[in-house]
C-alpha cells in the first residue's frame, strides 16, 4: 500500500488515488467536493476501498495462512503502529507549540485508553482519526481468509456476495437500533461484516464483471455514470435529508441517518459504480501520470498522515499570525484547543488544507524513503542467515510488545478503571478551589423540535468555580439522541446551575453574565445572535442564543449534515 513502485493496473491505480483525495477533501469539510452534492463522499469512498482490495485479493484453498497473516501483519499493522506513534510524537511537538507551558500532560492510564479505542473505534487519538480503517481491513482480509479456506468446496461468490449484502443490512439495523454504548464492544466485528459485501463484490468485478464494463463504448459509459447520478437524486427525494444517502462516522457506526437500512449498502453501490466507471474513460489520459502512480502507492501514507499536516498548516498560520502579521478571522485560541481547525477567511482557504494533506504527507514519505534507503540496502547484502536471525528477532520484539500491551489492557478492564483522554478539543478550566466547596453548574441546551413537540439535549454539567472561558464539544456520534438533535436544532442555550437537588452552590452566580458566545460548527465560525443573560428563578442564570449563516443574521444556520459543535463561552461576575 506505501511501496514506491509503478503499478501496471492503471485504472484501480487512479480509482485509489482519487478515493485518497476524497478523504483529505471530505475532511477538509469539502474545498473541492467533486459530485459530492448527489453522490456524498462517505456514502461510498470506505467500502471503495474495500472493493479495491477485495480486487486484488486472490485467497483460496490453496493459501497458506501463517504466510498470509505475516502478509498482512508486514503491509497493514506495521505501518499502522509506525505512523501512529510517528504522528503522536509529532502531536505532543505541535502542542508544546501551541500551547507552551500549558501543554496538559499525559494522564495516567492514556496507554489502556487508547489500546482501547484501537479495538473498538479503531484509532488510538484524533490526529490518526482516519486510521481505524487499517484495523477493520485486517480483521475484515484475515476472517474473509478463513472463511474462503473452510467453505472452499461450497463457496459460490453470487450466493456469498448475497449473504454478505444480509449481514450489512442487519449490521445497520442494530447500529439504528441499540444504545452505542452497549454496541461499542462489538464494533470491530461488525464493522467486518459491514463491508464484507464489498470484498466479495471486487471478486466478482474482476471475474465476471470487468471485461464487459470496459467493452462499453464511451456513450454507453457516460450513460451509466448520469444514471448513478439520476438514481441519487430520485433517492434524496425519499429521504428526510438530502445527506441521508451518506453515512459518515463508520468508524463507530454512528453515522446512518437514513430511515432505510438498505441505504449505506446502495449508496456504495452507486458511488462505485459512477467512479469505476469514470476511471475507466479517463484512464489513458493520465494513467501515465507519475504523481497519480505516487499517490496511489502512498494512500497509506496520505490516510495517516493528512490530518497531522492540517495542523502543521495552522501551526505555521498561528506563528505568522502571532508574530509577523495578524491574520484576520484566524482564531489563535480555538486552534489552541481544538485538533480539527481550520483558517475561514473565505471557503476557499480550504483548498490551502488539501494541498497539505496530499503534498504533505508525500513529501515525507520521499524524504523516508531517501533516509532509509542505505538501511535496505544494507540489509539486502547481508547472507540470508543473518537476513533469517534478525526477523526472527524482530517479531520477538514485536510479539513481546503485543503481549505486554494486551496484559495492560486486560489489567486497566479488570481494574475498572476509566482514564480520561488528552482530548485537545476541550480546555477546561482548572480547579485549584476547596475541593470540598460545592459548584455550581454549567450546562449548554440543545433546543430540537417544532410548536408543542420542541425538546432539550443537555450536554454533561460542567463545574464552576470561578470566572473563565469554558469550551464544550458535542458530537453527533456521542449519543443517539443527538441525531435527532442536530437535524431539528432550532435554538441553544447556555445554563448556569447554581442548586442541583438539595445542594447550594458555595459561589454567588446572581449577577454572572453570559458572553463572548461562539459556535464552531466541522470548523466553520458560525454568526451567533443572544438575548442577554436573564435570571431563571432565584439561583440559575441563562443566556438564548441563535445561530446563523451569515453576520447579517438573516437565515438560521442548518445544522443537519453536521458533525461536531463547539461552543465557547465567558463567565464573568461570580463571586466566591
Known amino acids: 500500500m506505501s511501496e514506491q513502485r509503478t503499478k501496471s493496473n492503471k485504472k484501480f491505480m487512479i480509482l485509489s488515488a482519487i478515493g485518497i483525495f476524497m478523504v483529505v477533501d471530505s475532511h477538509t469539510f469539502t474545498a473541492f467536493n467533486f459530485f459530492g452534492d448527489i453522490i456524498p463522499y462517505n456514502s461510498f469512498f470506505m467500502p471503495m476501498f474495500v472493493f479495491i482490495s477485495g480486487y486484488f485479493n486472490k485467497v483460496d484453498h490453496s493459501t497458506d495462512l501463517w504466510t498470509y497473516f505475516r502478509k498482512k501483519v508486514k503491509t497493514l499493522l506495521v505501518p499502522y503502529v509506525g505512523i501512529s506513534l510517528t504522528v503522536f510524537c509529532f502531536q505532543q ?115 465476471h464483471i470487468e471485461g464487459k464494463h470496459e467493452a462499453l463504448s464511451g456513450g454507453a459509459k457516460i450513460a451509466l455514470m448520469s444514471g448513478m447520478l439520476v438514481v441519487n437524486v430520485i433517492r434524496t427525494t425519499y429521504m428526510p435529508n438530502a445527506y441521508d444517502v451518506a453515512c459518515d462516522s463508520l468508524d463507530n457506526l454512528s453515522g446512518f441517518t437514513s430511515p432505510y437500512i438498505v441505504t449505506p449498502l446502495i449508496s456504495a453501490f452507486v458511488g462505485i459504480t459512477f467512479w469505476l466507471t469514470f476511471v475507466d474513460l479517463i484512464g489513458k489520459q493520465v494513467g501515465e501520470s507519475r504523481f497519480v502512480n505516487y499517490m496511489s502507492c502512498n494512500t497509506f501514507w496520505i490516510m495517516g498522515f493528512h490530518i497531522l499536516f492540517f495542523n502543521i498548516l495552522n501551526c505555521l498560520l498561528m506563528i505568522i499570525s502571532q508574530h ?38 508525500l513529501a515525507f514519505r520521499w524524504i523516508f524513503g531517501k533516509i532509509s534507503a542505505p538501511v535496505k540496502k544494507l540489509f539486502s547484502s547481508l547472507p540470508e542467515k543473518s537476513k533469517r536471525i534478525l526477523s526472527i528477532v524482530w517479531y520477538v520484539i514485536v510479539g ?100 442541583t437537588g438539595d445542594d447550594k452552590a458555595d459561589i454567588d452566580i446572581s449577577n454572572t453574565e453570559i458572553t463572548n458566545i461562539s459556535v464552531i460548527c466541522d470548523g466553520v465560525t458560525v454568526a451567533v445572535s443572544d438575548d442577554g443573560t436573564v435570571s431563571l428563578n432565584d439561583t440559575d442564570r441563562c443566556v438564548y442564543f441563535d445561530c446563523y449563516k451569515t453576520e447579517e443574521k438573516t437565515e438560521k444556520y442548518d445544522f443537519k449534515n453536521a458533525n461536531e459543535i463547539v461552543v465557547r463561552y465567558t463567565l464573568s461576575g461570580i463571586v466566591e
Request: charged share 20%; with cysteine; aromatic share 14%.
Open 93 to 207: 511537538l505541535i502542542n508544546l507549540i501551541k500551547m507552551g507551558s500549558d501543554m496538559p500532560p499525559i494522564p495516567e492510564g492514556y496507554l489502556a485508553y487508547a489500546l482501547d479505542r484501537v479495538v473498538t473505534e479503531g484509532t488510538p487519538f484524533a490526529l490518526v482519526t482516519p486510521m481505524w480503517f487499517v484495523i477493520t481491513l485486517f480483521a475484515a482480509l484475515m476472517v474473509y481468509a478463513v472463511l474462503k479456506k473452510l467453505l472452499n468446496k461450497y463457496w459460490n461468490s453470487i450466493v456469498m456476495f448475497v449473504i454478505f449484502c444480509g449481514l450489512n443490512v442487519l449490521v445497520v439495523y442494530l447500529a439504528k437500533t441499540i444504545d452505542p454504548e452497549r454496541l461499542d464492544p462489538f464494533l470491530l466485528p461488525l464493522k467486518v461484516l459491514f463491508f464484507f459485501p464489498f470484498l466479495e463484490l471486487g471478486r466478482i468485478y474482476k471475474n
Open 324 to 361: 509577523i502579521i495578524e491574520l484576520p478571522y484566524f482564531d489563535v485560541e480555538f486552534f489552541k484547543e481544538a485538533e480539527w481547525y481550520f483558517w475561514e477567511i473565505s471557503s476557499s482557504i480550504k483548498v490551502l488544507y488539501v494541498i497539505a494533506g496530499v503534498l504533505g504527507p
Open 400 to 499: 513481546i510488545l503485543v503481549v505486554f500491551l494486551s496484559v495492560v489492557l486486560i489489567r486497566s478492564k479488570l481494574d475498572t478503571a476509566d482514564p480520561e483522554p488528552v482530548d485537545n478539543s476541550t480546555q477546561s478550566i482548572d480547579d485549584e478551589s476547596d475541593p470540598d466547596s460545592i459548584p455550581a453548574y454549567a450546562v449548554v441546551d440543545l433546543i430540537y423540535g417544532q410548536d408543542e413537540e420542541v425538546q432539550d439535549y443537555y450536554t454533561e454539567f460542567e463545574q464552576v468555580y470561578r470566572d473563565g472561558t469554558y469550551t464544550v464539544t458535542i458530537k453527533r456520534s456521542d449519543d443517539s439522541e443527538l441525531q435527532e438533535a442536530f437535524n431539528g436544532l432550532s435554538g441553544m442555550a447556555i445554563k448556569l446551575l447554581g442548586q
